[in-house]
Nanobody, 121 residues
Framework: QVQLVESGGGLVQAGGSLRLSCAVS????????VGWYRQAPGKQRELVAE???????NYQDSVKGRFTASRDNNKDTVYLQMNMLKPEDTAVYYC???????????????WGQGTQVTVSS
């Protein structure tokens, strides 16, 4: 069973940076479009950034100029570089990916397990 594996969260002071990663757990699958979401306590999950397999990106207005989504298709890994972090960026961050099985072309959609990002003031 394919799984998305996230890493890179943590505790950082305001103004600091973190980089999140999202990758498939096996080499038999690849990643197409990916969305990065976050959910703060008591709030709904929201889309923060998205990146297509070709590298086209879109961002929520609140993170434009601070967050950058990128990817390495050779490693089937997607990244979210977060700079100039603010306390209001504190949330659990999730990746959601359209996944394809390399040998069969079968398509899936999966969520990562989530990673906590905490920004202290």
């Amino acid at each position: 069973q394919v799984q998305l594996v996230e890493s890179g969260g943590g505790l950082v002071q305001a103004g600091g940076s973190l980089r999140l990663s999202c990758a498939v757990s096996t080499s038999f699958f690849g990643i197409n479009n990916v969305g990065w979401y976050r959910q703060a306590p008591g709030k709904q999950r929201e889309l923060v950034a998205e990146i297509s397999r070709g590298g086209r990106t879109n961002y929520q207005d609140s993170v434009k100029g601070r967050f950058t989504a990128s990817r390495d298709n050779n490693k089937d890994t997607v990244y979210l570089q977060m700079n100039m972090l603010k306390p209001e960026d504190t949330a659990v961050y999730y990746c959601n990916a359209d996944i394809f099985e390399i040998t069969t072309g079968r398509l899936y959609n999966d969520w990562g397990q989530g990673t906590q990002v905490t920004v202290s003031s």
